[in-house]
């Protein structure tokens, strides 16, 4: 699988070094209006047609094979060593009644606070237990504001609030926040002094820094006092903007070619001009995903981007006036083996060693497919330094019109001005007398206005996801480095879902490894947000429904020394003295850990299970337990020493053994068992051990899945009451109806009967002589509709009407009724 990957990854590479004129198959993934160098796709589109069905035989003879090794050991099939179920005691939680939306977080840990931002409220929580709330202030729309939001169409009770958005840092320890505002954005300072949390209520225009629509992608960063934003500069969200708010306001063109469609992602800083040769700036890296312009297709194709600009950029002189010259994008690709469509990133994280440059930093970044035909999620690592060379080196991308009256994207050949269009301002710029991008000349600002794509896609380390899962969303990601007991430092991912779970990750030397999830929330709610804390080392979760808080690393939930080994879980290890699953970094004796391996035969003698006496009666049913210690492990039963097989009478479950209609036979000693294979070897434990014995009837214990029923007792004598209570209500009803003669005394029913039986004999014959002289007789016009046209009922009912007529008359004179069938007229073919 490995290798497939790798496949898959360096062919697209390849596409990138390849001249622009051969084709590219990633801008020919959905039919396209023409081939790549702009020629009439109709031709080739009939020659596919051709090929398909010479193909289709022969692609089953190389896809067989394929599958047979997907099926054997896919990657892909990665799932989670322990699930574990919500549980109050997972983390430590906070929500408020009435309020939603905890999806923007600040840690302030100079505080000791986590700021949390939500629907109309924001509040400062005890960073250490996030369950405890310190403050909290409330920044409500006016009902002017909802009225005037209602009346642009938009949700009074769900669009029409103040969706807090933004919560940054500012050099005087005060905070700047941000909010939708009822689609009219506002910004303000918030102060916490003395345990309180305060808005100054000194409101700015938030337009360009925080979006209107509050289910709007957006990401935004503090740096040096000053707000980068990327969101939407308008009501109908149709003007997207990479904004630098101060002290000169800085934006992106209102071009597609810029910006077309986006969906802001993430923004991060990179202190690019600390010890650097060249005297280079530092950088702002968007990450969001887009329309891709550069593929002409019938169907829209998203891919994924990144972005960056330099902190010192000012904008034009003439061209670009307060514009970028700066701004420029490349496609980010993420290759899982199963889609050929490009998968769209979610979220990112920076991770930097302190000790190394900025550029051995890396981003962790998490991908979704773009359509129902895939359901893996994936996680690719980039290094700052490719990217930041796609940029300083790479190709431009150019567009050249066609024949056809559109635009097509091919990678630019011509000379390059100088200084180079879109890079900032260093030590070559400045010796030839530009200080500032107000000097650069019209014909570089050009340049990048009309070229600001790269031609080079970004590819992955490695080219091939780190991690690929099937069936849970990714939304959100962090990353933590833990040194193991080995002496190595690994990434630990902890990854958010939609299905409100988190998972914990690692990556051995290329083989992925999940060792649990979590369910975070209850009811289920998508992760919205992750933070980490240096301070507390712990990690915070938001959702609408609340927000959390986790450690990084639960080793109590392993309680024997193979379970602690085999969870490869880098932060854990066996401490042999205490006999417990301990935090290596809360311990200064040598634990037991594997966890490249997961070599569990470290592990000393476990101590035998304690068998627990059980008994049933002949026929009777029982339920052995056996929890799985892991979803990687197959529980196997064993009785006297044998293995069990399915039967009849035994049935396997997930979490147990069921014994049915027992007999003597199935008296013994069962042992529940569990296998599971590491990469160093397989190992059994037993996790269970029953002495079932075979009993009189009439005696067994809890375990039965089917006690006798209890004969005493208050709930029987309660039940004995009600019941003679019906038993005379009834009576009375019988005599009451005797009286009034609703119905017949016994000794008159045999009287009574022999005169219905002529009348109804006499009736019959008279109905069904009526019913065939009206079929012979042509219906007048007003007749003719005898199926009413607004019955709705089904067409079994036609005959209600004439039956509830002859029913009538035959109730007056006290005769029984008699439902008979009778022929119709239908004038209208839909009504048979």
């Known amino acids: 699988m490995d290798s497939l990957l790798s496949g898959a990854s360096k062919g697209a590479s390849v596409s990138q070094r390849r001249p622009h004129h051969i084709i590219d198959a990633t801008r020919c993934l959905y039919p396209c209006m023409t081939d790549c160098n702009g020629n009439n796709k109709a031709y080739i589109l009939s020659l596919n047609k051709i090929a398909m069905h010479q193909l289709l035989s022969l692609s089953v003879f190389w896809l067989l094979p394929l599958a047979l090794t997907l099926e054997e050991d896919s990657p892909l099939d990665c799932f989670p060593r322990r699930s574990v179920l919500y549980h109050r005691d997972n983390a430590h939680m906070f929500r408020e009644e009435g309020v939603f939306n905890y999806s923007t977080m600040l840690l302030r840990e100079d505080l000791d606070l986590l700021v949390l931002g939500a629907r109309e409220a924001v509040y400062a929580l005890d960073l250490n237990n996030i369950s405890k709330k310190l403050a909290s202030a409330k920044w409500e729309v006016t009902q002017q504001q909802k009225v005037a939001c209602k009346n642009k169409g938009k949700d009074p009770e769900m669009e029409c609030k103040n969706y807090i958005r933004i919560l940054h840092k500012t050099e005087d320890n005060r905070m700047y926040v941000c909010g939708t505002n009822a689609f009219d954005p506002e910004c303000d300072y918030m102060s916490y002094t003395d345990g309180n949390l305060t808005l100054e209520k000194k409101r700015e225009d938030g337009k360009g820094k925080c979006p209107f629509d509050p289910f709007q992608r957006y990401a935004s960063i503090m740096f040096e006092n000053k707000l980068y934003s990327a969101t939407s500069m308008n009501f109908l969200g149709s003007e997207p903007v990479l904004m630098r708010s101060s002290p000169v306001s ?75 010259t700066s701004f420029l994008k490349a496609r980010m690709d993420c290759p899982v083996l199963e889609s050929q469509m490009p998968y769209i990133i979610q979220d990112t994280y920076r991770w930097c060693d302190p000790q190394q440059r900025w550029k051995d930093c890396l981003f962790f970044a ?129 990854i958010g879902t939609a299905e409100g779970t988190m998972l914990k990750a690692v990556n051995y030397d290329g083989e992925m490894f999940i060792i649990e999830e979590v369910q975070l929330f209850q009811p289920p709610e998508p992760i919205k947000t992750l933070k980490f804390s240096n301070a507390t080392g712990q990690l915070y979760a938001g959702s609408d429904y609340g927000a959390a808080q986790i450690p990084l690393a639960t080793c109590g ?86 293995l069990l097989a399915p039967s009849t009478r035994l049935q396997l479950l997930r979490d147990g053994l069921l014994i049915l209609n027992a007999s003597h036979s199935e008296a013994g000693r069962y042992h529940c068992l ?86 109804i004999h006499e009736q019959v014959e008279l109905n069904s002589s009526r019913t065939y002289q009206d079929a012979l007789r042509p219906a007048l016009a007003e007749d003719k509709p005898l199926v009413s046209r607004t019955d709705t009922g089904s067409s079994n009912n036609n005959h209600t009407r004439g039956a509830v007529a002859v029913n009538a008359a035959e109730e007056e004179n006290g005769a029984p009724t008699v439902t008979l069938p009778s022929l119709q007229y239908i004038d209208d073919e839909s009504e048979i």
């Open 557 to 642: 939930r392993s309680l024997s020394c193979m379970d602690c080994v085999l969870a490869r879980d880098p932060y854990c290890g066996w401490d042999k003295v205490v006999g417990k699953c301990i935090v290596l970094s809360n311990s200064q004796r040598e634990l037991i850990q594997s966890v490249k391996e997961g070599n569990a035969s470290l592990c000393p003698a476990a101590d035998p299970v304690k068998p627990v006496d059980q008994s049933i009666w002949p026929g009777g049913n029982l339920k052995l337990h056996c929890p799985s210690p892991s979803n990687l492990a197959k529980t196997i039963w064993e009785r006297n020493g044998s």
């Open 674 to 759: 569990s296998v599971e294979r590491s990469k160093a070897d397989k190992y059994t434990t037993t996790v269970a051990v029953y002495q079932v014995s075979i009993g009189p009837a009439g005696s067994g214990d809890r375990n039965v899945i089917f006690p006798q029923a209890q004969m005493d007792g208050p709930s029987v004598a309660g039940l004995q009451a009600v019941v003679g209570l019906l038993v005379v209500s009834l009576l009375a009803l019988l005599a009451w109806n005797f009286y009034k003669g609703h119905l017949p005394l016994p000794w008159n029913c045999g009287k009574k009967n022999r005169e219905q039986s002529q009348e």
């Open 366 to 494: 998490i991908f979704t497919p773009q359509s129902d035909t895939s359901n893996l999620s994936a996680v690719c690592v980039y290094r700052v330094s490719d990217i930041s060379k796609v940029f300083a080196e790479g190709k431009y991308k150019t567009p050249v019109p066609v024949e056809t009256s559109f635009v097509k994207w091919v990678m630019y050949s011509g000379d390059v001005p100088v200084p180079r269009p879109g890079a900032c301002i260093d030590n070559a710029a400045r010796k030839a007398g530009i200080t500032q991008t107000l000097d650069l000349p019209d014909r570089t600002l050009q340049f990048i206005k009309d070229k600001p794509l790269m031609d080079q896609a970004i590819q992955p380390i490695g080219e091939k996801p780190l991690l690929v899962r099937r069936g849970a969303t990714f939304t959100r990601i962090i990353v933590n480095q833990v040194q193991a007991a080995d002496g190595e430092k690994y990434h630990v991912m902890f």
């Open 250 to 324: 800085i934006r992106t063109e209102f071009k597609s070619s810029w910006l077309h469609e986006p969906n802001f992602v993430s923004m991060v800083q990179m202190p690019e001009s600390k010890m650097s040769a060249e005297g280079d700036d530092d950088k702002v890296y968007l990450f969001f995903s887009e329309t891709a312009v550069e593929c002409d297709c019938y169907n829209k194709l998203v891919v994924s981007r990144v972005a960056r600009v330099c902190k010192g950029d000012l904008g034009g002189q003439r061209t670009l006036q307060k514009k970028w």
